[in-house]
Every structure is written in structure tokens, then in C-alpha cells.
């Protein structure tokens, strides 16, 4: 996703965030925006646009990319992140940007100041991540549309934690004030304190308990239910004041589903608190003991479950209570399998058993062959001196006094032995699994050499590509048209 850094935004023109502006219209109805398209919709007095974007892609605020019908430029979240700031700076919210505060799957979070030298809290959203892709099903960003970009997402996700900041604040709620947004960045009142995951020590921890059950009961008495109500999403100041965060998965009670959403808020906490500070109430409120008094939840139009997540939910469910109706079926079932797979175990038992006997070790065979030479080896100085003394009737004796290894063995036993051999011999040390893994190793380093050699070029490549490819079309219909 890449870093802020704001130092080249002091070195921007006009003309610069206007070829910007240009690439953000496009990218609404383009995947990649042609330079055509980007002229056009800059419109620049002087010209120069193709100079101006190649300045921006070289610090990649624009990237240039090769698809599969034409070439062309988006937006990256860099380029993305200095037209908000500099709206952000013509209206005098943000002056200066300071050090970062927060990493998390969804955002990143900065501390700014406005030109009263007041630190505020800029929390950027970076929809996309490796660690959060599953984003159709867990949020309803895309509701009817199939894909979008990530930069447009994130967008949208800025504006609904605005919507649930302002709509919180109004009603009392302890939560950071919001100031003002823009595109996919939020500016709010920074918090003053540590997050709850961090804490390890509390003057007392009940009060805090019964502050926080309070604090999830009155938001679903307003109609929400948080939906990730946890440790990291609750700020704690030097008074143990929680302040509550993080509100993109807000759910409304009106849902089918909001009983279980509720209860599991309430699981988080109490599991929480009998781990971190080894305190267990059995006092908390369930689902039963909400009483609705306000409708914020069609105000904010709080939903954050789609339709996929009820397929399953509700499959869940339903296997949950069959799985009691079919435990008798299901214990029969495993009896039968176990005595099948039990006999095919005994028997491949007995034929690895028959072919182990049938081989010979081949460490067994080295011993005796060593010892059989060393035998020899003390035995010829001996035969060496009285060679001479022995007759040649006893030669044969001696020969077998020489070679005691010489056994007379049937043919049938040596044939045997080497076709067991043979079998030993033409069967694979390697296990096919292991094999499988390899070669599939060895294709994506290939394809990850063939990624690399594979580089994007500018426009001119482009232009000479078209024509290479124009070329080959006018010969081929030559061809076709001499036939």
C-alpha cells in the first residue's frame, strides 16, 4: 500500500493536481485512463499533459499499467492521498502532518494539525489489504455492483464512519468528534489515552465492566449494535474513561441476525475481562433486555451483513440440528468404515510384511561382505607361504579355504534374489507427494522469472506495438488476398 509522505506535496502545481483530478474522472468509467482521455478531461492552457504525467508517475502518484485492450494510467493510493489533503489544506482543516499512530487491517492512522497548531487524528482507509480482502462478504460497500476499485470502496467507507461518528456524538455517546472527511480520509478529535488491549492493570475493574455492558445495551436501545465490540476498539484515558472506536460493521437490531451479533459483543468483553484482570460477572445484558428508543439505524442506514453471510449463517444452523437427529446413523456408519479400512490395513500389512522378508537389507548385505574380506585378507598371508608345500589335487580345497564366500547355492534362491532386487531397484525413494510439491515449486519460480522479464514500457512502446501489430494484419490479408 506504500507510505505517506507528504514532503513532494509543497511541490505541486496546480497543473498537477489538475492531471490528477483527471485520472481520479476517468478511473470512474475506466479501469485505465488512456492519455487521450486524460488531456481532454485536464484541459491545460499550455499543454504539456504527457510531461506532467510522466513527473507524476515517476513518483508514483499516477502508475502506468499494460491492459489487455490499451494501455493507460491509474491512480495509486499515494496520488489518492495528496488530493485529499490538499482539499483538506484549502479548507484549513489540515496544516501539518505528524507521526503515525495506528496500523490497522482496514486504515492507517496519522496525527495532524490545523493552523491553530491543534493535533487532531487523520485515520486514512486503505481497503485492499492482503490481510481484509474479503470484502463483499463482509461488508455492503458493493451492494448491487459485481467490482470496484479499492479506492473507491475506501471511500465509501470514510463517509459511513463519518455518518456513525456525527450520528453517535449527536445522541451523547462517548465516541471522537468528528470535523470533517474527504475521499477516503476522516478527521477527528484525537483521543487522549491507550487502547483497552493494552492496559494491565485497572483501579477497578467492575466499574469499568458495568460501564461498557451499559455502553452496548444503550446502543442497541438507539437501534445499532456495534458488531466489533472488542479490547481494540475501546480507548481508555488516565480516568478509565472508555471512548468507543472503529464503527465500519455497524448492525441494526431490526436484523435476523442481530441477536447473535449482540451476544457476541457481550461474549468479547466478559472473556476479556476474566483473562486480562481475572474478574467474572454474572450479571450482563442479552438481546431480551433491549428497549428500543431511538431509530438511528435508518438514519446512518446501518446494516454491515449481506446476503451471503445469512446463506450461511442459516446453513450453520441448520446443520447444527440435524447433526443431533442423525448421531445413531452417523455411529453405524463409522463402525462399518472402521472394520472395512481395518481389513485393507491387515492386508497391506501382510503384503509389505511378505515383501520385506523377500528383500534383503542392503546394510546387512554390506556387514557380511566386509567381514568376509577382512577373513580373506588375514587368511592369504598365511596360504601365501605354504602356497608351495600344497599338491594340485588339494588345489580345489584350497581354493574354497580362499573364497569361503563361494557357496553353492540353488539357482531357483539366486533367481529369486534377484528379482527381489529388481523390484527394490525400480521402486521410487522419493514419495510422490514430495515430488508433486517440487515440481510445482520449480513452475512458480519460473513464472515468477517470466513476471520479471516481462516489463512495462512507456507509450512509445505502445505506439510501436500498435503498429507491429497493424504490420502483421496488413501482410497476413496480402497473403489471403494473393491466394
Given at each position: 500500500?506504500?507510505?505517506?509522505?507528504?514532503?513532494?506535496?509543497?511541490?505541486?502545481?496546480?497543473?498537477d493536481?489538475?492531471v490528477?483530478?483527471?485520472?481520479?474522472?476517468?478511473?470512474?468509467?475506466?479501469?485505465?485512463?488512456?492519455t487521450?482521455?486524460?488531456?481532454?478531461?485536464?484541459?491545460?492552457?499550455?499543454?504539456?499533459?504527457?510531461?506532467?504525467?510522466?513527473e507524476?508517475?515517476?513518483?508514483?502518484?499516477?502508475s502506468?499499467?499494460?491492459?489487455?485492450?490499451?494501455?493507460?494510467?491509474?491512480?495509486?493510493?499515494?496520488?489518492?492521498?495528496?488530493?485529499?489533503?490538499?482539499?483538506?489544506t484549502?479548507?484549513?482543516?489540515?496544516?501539518?502532518?505528524?507521526?503515525?499512530?495506528?496500523v490497522?487491517?482496514?486504515?492507517?492512522?496519522?496525527?495532524?494539525?490545523?493552523?491553530?497548531?491543534?493535533?487532531?487524528?487523520?485515520?486514512?482507509?486503505?481497503?485492499?489489504?492482503?490481510?481484509?480482502?474479503?470484502?463483499?462478504?463482509?461488508r455492503?460497500?458493493?451492494?448491487?455492483?459485481k467490482?470496484?476499485?479499492?479506492?473507491?470502496?475506501?471511500?465509501?467507507?470514510?463517509?459511513?464512519?463519518?455518518?456513525?461518528?456525527?450520528?453517535?456524538?449527536?445522541?451523547?455517546?462517548?465516541?471522537?468528534?468528528?470535523?470533517?472527511?474527504?475521499?477516503?480520509?476522516?478527521?477527528?478529535?484525537?483521543?487522549?489515552?491507550?487502547?483497552?488491549?493494552?492496559?494491565?492493570?485497572l483501579?477497578?475493574?467492575?466499574?469499568?465492566?458495568?460501564e461498557?455492558?451499559?455502553?452496548?445495551?444503550?446502543?442497541?436501545?438507539?437501534?445499532?449494535?456495534?458488531?466489533?465490540f472488542?479490547?481494540?476498539?475501546?480507548?481508555?484515558?488516565d480516568?478509565?474513561?472508555p471512548?468507543?472506536?472503529?464503527?465500519?460493521?455497524?448492525?441494526?437490531?431490526?436484523?435476523?441476525?442481530?441477536?447473535?451479533?449482540?451476544?457476541?459483543?457481550?461474549?468479547?468483553?466478559?472473556?476479556?475481562?476474566?483473562?486480562?484482570?481475572?474478574?467474572?460477572?454474572?450479571?450482563?445484558?442479552?438481546?431480551?433486555?433491549?428497549?428500543?428508543?431511538d431509530?438511528?439505524?435508518?438514519?446512518?442506514?446501518?446494516?454491515?451483513?449481506t446476503?451471503?453471510?445469512?446463506?450461511?449463517?442459516?446453513?450453520?444452523?441448520?446443520?447444527?440440528d440435524?447433526?443431533?437427529?442423525?448421531?445413531?446413523?452417523?455411529?453405524?456408519?463409522?463402525?462399518?468404515?472402521?472394520?472395512?479400512?481395518?481389513?485393507?490395513?491387515?492386508?497391506?500389512h501382510?503384503?509389505?510384511?511378505?515383501?520385506?522378508?523377500?528383500?534383503?537389507?542392503?546394510?546387512?548385505?554390506?556387514?557380511?561382505?566386509?567381514?568376509?574380506?577382512?577373513l580373506?585378507?588375514?587368511?592369504?598371508?598365511?596360504?601365501?607361504?605354504?602356497?608351495?608345500?600344497?599338491?594340485?589335487?588339494?588345489?580345489?580345497?584350497?581354493?574354497k579355504?580362499?573364497?569361503?564366500?563361494?557357496d553353492?547355492?540353488?539357482?531357483?534362491?539366486?533367481?529369486?534374489k534377484?528379482?527381489?532386487?529388481?523390484?527394490t531397484?525400480?521402486?521410487?525413494?522419493?514419495?510422490?507427494?514430495?515430488?508433486?510439491?517440487?515440481?510445482?515449486?520449480?513452475?512458480?519460480?519460473?513464472?515468477?522469472?517470466?513476471?520479471?522479464?516481462?516489463?512495462?514500457?512507456?507509450?512509445?512502446?505502445?505506439?510501436?506495438?500498435?503498429?507491429?501489430?497493424?504490420?502483421?494484419n496488413?501482410?497476413?490479408?496480402?497473403?489471403?488476398?494473393?491466394?
Amino acid at each position: 500500500m506504500g507510505k505517506l509522505n507528504v514532503v513532494y506535496l509543497k511541490y505541486l502545481s496546480k497543473e498537477d493536481f489538475r492531471v490528477l483530478t483527471a485520472v481520479e474522472m476517468g478511473m470512474k468509467n475506466h479501469e485505465l485512463v488512456p492519455t487521450a482521455l486524460v488531456a481532454s478531461i485536464a484541459s491545460l492552457k499550455c499543454g504539456g499533459c504527457s510531461k506532467i504525467l510522466k513527473e507524476l508517475t515517476k513518483n508514483k502518484l499516477l502508475s502506468y499499467e499494460r491492459g489487455k485492450h490499451y494501455d493507460g494510467y491509474r491512480l495509486t493510493n499515494s496520488g489518492y492521498d495528496f488530493l485529499a489533503l490538499k482539499a483538506l489544506t484549502l479548507r484549513k482543516v489540515v496544516s501539518s502532518v505528524g507521526n503515525q499512530i495506528g496500523v490497522g487491517k482496514e486504515s492507517d492512522v496519522y496525527i495532524v494539525a490545523n493552523d491553530e497548531n491543534q493535533q487532531l487524528c487523520m485515520k486514512l482507509h486503505r481497503l485492499g489489504r492482503t490481510s481484509f480482502r474479503k470484502l463483499k462478504e463482509k461488508r455492503d460497500y458493493h451492494k448491487h455492483r459485481k467490482s470496484a476499485s479499492w479506492i473507491y470502496l475506501s471511500r465509501i467507507a470514510a463517509i459511513k464512519e463519518f455518518a456513525y461518528m456525527k450520528a453517535l456524538q449527536k445522541r451523547g455517546f462517548s465516541v471522537p468528534k468528528p470535523i470533517d472527511f474527504n475521499r477516503h480520509c476522516v478527521i477527528m478529535e484525537l483521543v487522549k489515552g491507550y487502547p483497552l488491549c493494552q492496559v494491565h492493570n485497572l483501579n477497578n475493574p467492575a466499574d469499568l465492566y458495568d460501564e461498557l455492558m451499559e455502553l452496548v445495551l444503550q446502543l442497541a436501545n438507539h437501534g445499532v449494535i456495534h458488531g466489533d465490540f472488542n479490547e481494540f476498539n475501546i480507548m481508555l484515558d488516565d480516568s478509565d474513561k472508555p471512548t468507543l472506536i472503529d464503527f465500519p460493521q455497524m448492525v441494526s437490531t431490526a436484523h435476523a441476525n442481530a441477536e447473535w451479533y449482540f451476544d457476541r459483543d457481550v461474549k468479547c468483553i466478559r472473556e476479556f475481562f476474566k483473562k486480562r484482570f481475572d474478574y467474572e460477572s454474572e450479571l450482563y445484558p442479552t438481546f431480551a433486555d433491549i428497549m428500543r428508543e431511538d431509530n438511528m439505524d435508518i438514519e446512518i442506514e446501518a446494516s454491515g451483513f449481506t446476503k451471503e453471510m445469512e446463506i450461511e449463517l442459516k446453513e450453520n444452523l441448520q446443520t447444527e440440528d440435524i447433526s443431533s437427529e442423525e448421531d445413531d446413523d452417523e455411529n453405524s456408519v463409522k463402525v462399518i468404515d472402521c472394520r472395512i479400512s481395518g481389513e485393507l490395513i491387515q492386508d497391506e500389512h501382510l503384503d509389505t510384511n511378505g515383501i520385506k522378508n523377500a528383500h534383503p537389507t542392503p546394510t546387512a548385505d554390506k556387514i557380511t561382505i566386509l567381514e568376509q574380506k577382512e577373513l580373506a585378507e588375514s587368511n592369504s598371508q598365511s596360504d601365501d607361504e605354504n602356497i608351495d608345500d600344497i599338491d594340485l589335487e588339494q588345489l580345489s580345497l584350497h581354493n574354497k579355504s580362499k573364497l569361503p564366500f563361494r557357496d553353492e547355492v540353488p539357482l531357483e534362491e539366486e533367481s529369486m534374489k534377484s528379482m527381489c532386487m529388481s523390484l527394490t531397484s525400480t521402486a521410487p525413494s522419493i514419495a510422490p507427494e514430495q515430488v508433486r510439491g517440487r515440481m510445482r515449486r520449480d513452475l512458480r519460480k519460473r513464472q515468477k522469472q517470466m513476471k520479471r522479464r516481462i516489463t512495462v514500457k512507456g507509450e512509445a512502446n505502445a505506439a510501436t506495438r500498435i503498429r507491429r501489430l497493424n504490420d502483421e494484419n496488413i501482410k497476413e490479408s496480402l497473403v489471403w488476398g494473393l491466394d
